[in-house]
């Protein structure tokens, strides 16, 4: 597979040094050079396979022999070892429920199948990912690398910060997971890292990593569920499906487009936002003009400059689409609130980021359409929100209930580098 680099198409990478590096200069993201298609007959035929089997062959056709296909069956296998059911909510309208994973978020799909791929082509060089985290990046980062080979982790956070189930989601789990609490606040993590980063000796022994979120490998992975949710859903619905989208990065939204390029029948797509609606206003108006970011109820699509855009544009522009062709719209908080109640009287429990998607979806669908929305994060993520919204509580999940009596195996640090930078030297790979 070779990538170019958006910001200098020159500069040209293999899938490896892709997932390595990360961005390319001038922190300019990677794109596929060739984008692989199926025939109606190879996309029918695939629609009938199990998630991983397929998943395997949408994969393998963008790696192509870089990665031999048993190698990353198992890969995917190991990646992808949780549902992703579509669950009706009304008549003609179904969730893609893409929470069913270890830390409950579609993050996990991506965050995972990223794992798999850095510790594959790390080789017999072992590598050091070292991220800070306000809460939740941080617990999938640690479950996607858990046990892995090759790999071990760091994840720095604010003592006292964050929640306490939070906390025991991925400061529990020990092995190659080193957690460190650091005891200042988020700002300082980052900062923390970023010295780390620039610190030459510390990145080369180290081989430092930071599994960012523009990572190629991730946006591969999340288009594997938009072909499992026409998997599921009936025939003769499959030419009229409209899917909604909730979007903060866009990440998720380029994954679905790239499902499409592929010959996956999708009609039309829905671009979703809260009021951090930089992408809404510039399809209507033509201007990209990001406002402040606005804290919202759907906090992990509180960006106002979406880093995936320009791959979106990349694709529009090489398939011959129209962006106008592109739905899209802005959910207030108020709106979100009260979509979050009628979907409970419908008898479904949702949460903010999916009530933006499924409010969009529902105002817009035509007649004849059927219309799937992203369920990307479990209501019990947002649950202190999601109660006082409803007026009513939520149960713990399991996978937040088991964790919950484990005993912590944080470190504990001062915001000073040079202590950091001991602490990691300790465990420099030998
Ligand atoms: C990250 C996230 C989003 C936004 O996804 P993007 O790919 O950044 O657009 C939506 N919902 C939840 C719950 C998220 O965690």
């Given at each position: 597979?070779?990538?170019?680099?958006?910001?200098?198409?020159?500069?040209?990478v293999?899938?490896?040094?892709?997932v390595?590096?990360?961005?390319?200069?001038?922190?300019?993201?990677?794109?596929?050079?060739?984008?692989?298609?199926?025939?109606?007959?190879?996309?029918?035929?695939?629609?009938?396979?199990?998630?991983?089997?397929?998943?395997?062959?949408?994969?393998?056709?963008?790696?192509?022999?870089?990665?031999?296909?048993?190698?990353?069956?198992?890969r995917?296998?190991?990646?992808?070892?949780?549902p992703?059911?579509?669950?009706?909510?009304?008549?003609?309208?179904?969730?893609?429920e893409?929470?069913?994973?270890?830390?409950?978020?579609?993050?996990?799909?991506?965050g995972?199948?990223?794992?798999?791929?850095?510790?594959?082509?790390?080789?017999?060089?072992?590598?050091?990912?070292?991220?800070?985290?306000?809460?939740?990046?941080?617990?999938?980062?640690?479950?996607?690398f858990?046990?892995?080979?090759?790999?071990?982790?760091?994840?720095?956070?604010?003592?006292?910060?964050?929640?306490?189930?939070?906390?025991?989601?991925f400061c529990?789990?020990?092995?190659?997971?080193?957690?460190?609490?650091?005891?200042?606040?988020?700002?300082?993590?980052?900062?923390?890292?970023?010295?780390?980063?620039?610190?030459?000796?510390?990145?080369?022994?180290?081989?430092?990593?930071?599994?960012?979120?523009?990572?190629?490998?991730?946006?591969?992975?999340?288009?594997?569920?938009?072909?499992?949710?026409?998997?599921?859903?009936?025939?003769?619905?499959?030419?009229?499906l409209?899917?909604?989208?909730?979007?903060?990065?866009?990440?998720?939204?380029?994954?679905?487009?790239?499902?499409?390029?592929?010959?996956?029948?999708?009609?039309?797509?829905?671009?979703?936002?809260?009021?951090?609606?930089?992408?809404?206003?510039?399809l209507?108006?033509?201007?990209?003009?990001?406002?402040?970011?606005?804290?919202?109820?759907?906090?992990?699509m509180?960006?106002?400059?979406?880093?995936?855009w320009?791959?979106?544009?990349?694709?529009?522009?090489?398939?011959?689409?129209?962006?106008?062709?592109?739905?899209?719209?802005?959910?207030?908080?108020?709106?979100?609130?009260?979509?979050?109640?009628?979907?409970?009287?419908?008898?479904?429990?949702?949460?903010?980021?999916?009530?933006?998607?499924?409010?969009?979806?529902?105002d817009?669908?035509?007649?004849?359409?059927?219309?799937?929305?992203?369920?990307?994060?479990?209501?019990?993520?947002?649950?202190?929100?999601v109660?006082r919204?409803?007026?009513?509580?939520?149960?713990?999940?399991?996978?937040?209930?088991?964790?919950?009596?484990?005993?912590?195996?944080?470190?504990?640090?001062?915001?000073?580098?040079?202590?950091?930078?001991?602490?990691?030297?300790?465990?420099?790979?030998?």
């Amino acid at each position: 597979m070779k990538l170019y680099n958006l910001k200098d198409n020159q500069e040209q990478v293999s899938f490896a040094q892709a997932v390595k590096q990360g961005l390319g200069k001038q922190q300019g993201l990677f794109f596929p050079k060739d984008l692989p298609s199926f025939s109606q007959a190879e996309i029918d035929a695939l629609l009938k396979l199990d998630f991983a089997t397929r998943s395997s062959r949408i994969l393998s056709a963008f790696i192509g022999d870089e990665i031999p296909a048993d190698v990353l069956a198992k890969r995917v296998n190991t990646a992808f070892a949780f549902p992703a059911p579509v669950t009706q909510v009304e008549e003609d309208i179904s969730c893609l429920e893409l929470f069913h994973g270890p830390t409950l978020a579609f993050k996990d799909f991506g965050g995972r199948f990223m794992a798999q791929m850095l510790s594959e082509v790390a080789g017999d060089q072992p590598v050091t990912i070292l991220t800070a985290t306000s809460g939740d990046t941080g617990a999938a980062v640690a479950h996607a690398f858990y046990k892995l080979d090759n790999v071990q982790v760091v994840i720095l956070y604010p003592q006292g910060k964050i929640s306490p189930l939070q906390e025991k989601l991925f400061c529990t789990l020990g092995e190659n997971i080193h957690t460190v609490a650091i005891q200042d606040d988020f700002d300082a993590c980052q900062a923390l890292v970023k010295q780390a980063f620039d610190d030459e000796y510390l990145k080369n022994t180290m081989h430092l990593n930071s599994a960012n979120s523009i990572n190629i490998s991730r946006l591969l992975a999340q288009i594997c569920y938009y072909f499992e949710a026409v998997a599921q859903i009936p025939a003769e619905k499959r030419q009229q499906l409209v899917i909604s989208v909730p979007s903060g990065n866009f990440g998720d939204l380029t994954a679905g487009l790239l499902a499409k390029s592929m010959g996956l029948p999708v009609k039309r797509f829905i671009a979703a936002t809260n009021v951090n609606d930089t992408v809404p206003r510039y399809l209507d108006s033509g201007k990209w003009e990001p406002h402040r970011t606005i804290a919202t109820l759907s906090n992990a699509m509180d960006v106002s400059q979406p880093n995936n855009w320009p791959r979106i544009e990349e694709l529009y522009r090489r398939k011959g689409w129209l962006l106008s062709d592109l739905s899209h719209g802005a959910v207030s908080d108020e709106t979100t609130e009260k979509t979050v109640r009628e979907l409970a009287q419908k008898g479904y429990i949702s949460e903010p980021h999916a009530a933006v998607a499924y409010r969009l979806l529902r105002d817009e669908l035509q007649e004849g359409e059927y219309g799937v929305f992203l369920g990307t994060a479990h209501p019990a993520k947002f649950k202190e929100n999601v109660e006082r919204i409803l007026g009513d509580t939520l149960p713990l999940p399991k996978e937040l209930a088991e964790r919950a009596d484990k005993k912590l195996l944080s470190h504990l640090l001062p915001a000073d580098f040079s202590q950091l930078r001991a602490f990691l030297l300790e465990r420099a790979p030998k």
